[in-house]
């Protein structure tokens, strides 16, 4: 959008409402079986198409039996990737469907049209939020004994412009009665792509490591991002600011760090058709010694599982402190199977 017209956008929409209004044409849905549904397309929510008729009240459609898509008036459309598009739909190749707005054409599957609302119903301006909540727990008793188990939980308000995220996680794991890992972190992520791919973000992480003895950390930054590469597939997001990293030893000997530094950060993902890769890349290094930084990676793959809401994450995280305190490794890795529920 022109940050400086910004009514310009909203009088294209309301024009391009007004001349569809004025042709009459019903909404249609066309499916994989060959069946050829007229009415109202009243909304799409999670797996779900509900059309309006006056032959058989509400139909619900499967969305991934929906081979086309077309509305005769603008709807709301809330892309999986975020992106909120005032239009009239389309249809395009197949499995996919043309967004028609005020500031041209976007093709999308239909598979990531995360909602479809009448204008009448939503406030386009009004976040939406998406909740999660994963874990696994694992236990082996006999010759070993042995516990592990991680919880988390995050909740994402999704803006037209805007995304805002709450996370905390818990990390708990033994063998023979000796811990290898105790720790919790919870923080919160606020970014806002003001203009096309440029955007500005705020960060702040807080949490403790038992087993590396670290009784208390933070890490707050913030800066600009840009989206590196942005499409119907694939996101690359860059960042880069300042930060400030603080780390309070139980070990008296081993001395705390509170310096600025930078703030360097990748994020990707990869969606495809029903399954997504993500890729997290953070790099905080020290202006008091540049020698002295922490790197945290996590790449997993998501793929959702037959029950609604419930997706399986495989994974993999690396967690670098380069100045440890002392008899702790630099390099702590993690794999992980996890089950994830999600819902709005």
Request: without cysteine; positive net charge; aromatic residues 12%.
């Amino acid at each position: 959008m022109n940050n400086r017209f910004p009514y310009l956008h909203w009088f294209g929409v309301l024009a391009l409402f007004a001349v569809v209004v004025a042709t009459g044409r019903a909404d249609v849905i066309e499916t994989k079986s060959g069946a050829r549904l007229v009415g109202t397309i009243t909304k799409i929510e999670g797996s779900s198409v509900f059309l309006s008729t006056n032959y058989a009240g509400t139909l619900t459609v499967k969305k991934s039996e929906v081979v086309s898509l077309q509305t005769d008036q603008v709807r709301f459309v809330h892309l999986a990737g975020g992106q909120v598009i005032a239009g009239t739909v389309e249809p395009s190749a197949a499995g996919l469907v043309k967004v028609v707005g005020a500031e041209g054409p976007v093709d999308a599957p239909i598979s990531q049209i995360a909602e479809l609302w009448a204008p009448s119903a939503k406030d386009v301006k009004k976040p939406q939020w998406h909740y999660e909540a994963a874990g696994d727990v694992a236990g082996k008793s006999g010759n070993r004994e042995q516990f592990s188990s991680v919880l988390s939980a995050r909740a994402k308000r999704v803006g037209v412009h805007d995304t805002l995220q709450f996370y905390s996680a818990y990390r708990l794991q033994t063998a023979n009665q000796v811990t290898s890992a105790d720790q919790f972190k919870i923080g919160f992520d606020y970014a806002n792509n003001y203009a096309g791919r440029k955007s500005w973000y705020v960060r702040d992480e807080s949490g403790f490591d038992r087993v590396k003895a670290i009784e208390l950390y933070s890490v707050a930054g913030g800066g600009a991002g840009y989206d590196l590469v942005k499409n119907k597939r694939q996101l690359l997001t860059g960042r880069a600011g300042l930060s400030f990293r603080s780390e309070a030893y139980e070990d008296p000997n081993t001395p705390s760090i509170k310096s600025f530094g930078l703030d360097l950060g990748l994020h990707h993902v990869l969606n495809f058709s029903d399954a997504k890769w993500v890729n997290d890349l953070t790099f905080v290094p020290a202006f008091s010694d540049f020698t002295n930084y922490h790197l945290v990676q996590e790449s997993y793959y998501e793929m959702p599982l037959s029950m609604v809401g419930w997706k399986l994450r495989l994974g993999v995280a690396n967690d670098y402190n380069s100045l440890p305190g002392a008899n702790v490794k630099k390099l702590d890795t993690t794999y992980f199977t996890r089950f994830v529920l999600s819902w709005q």
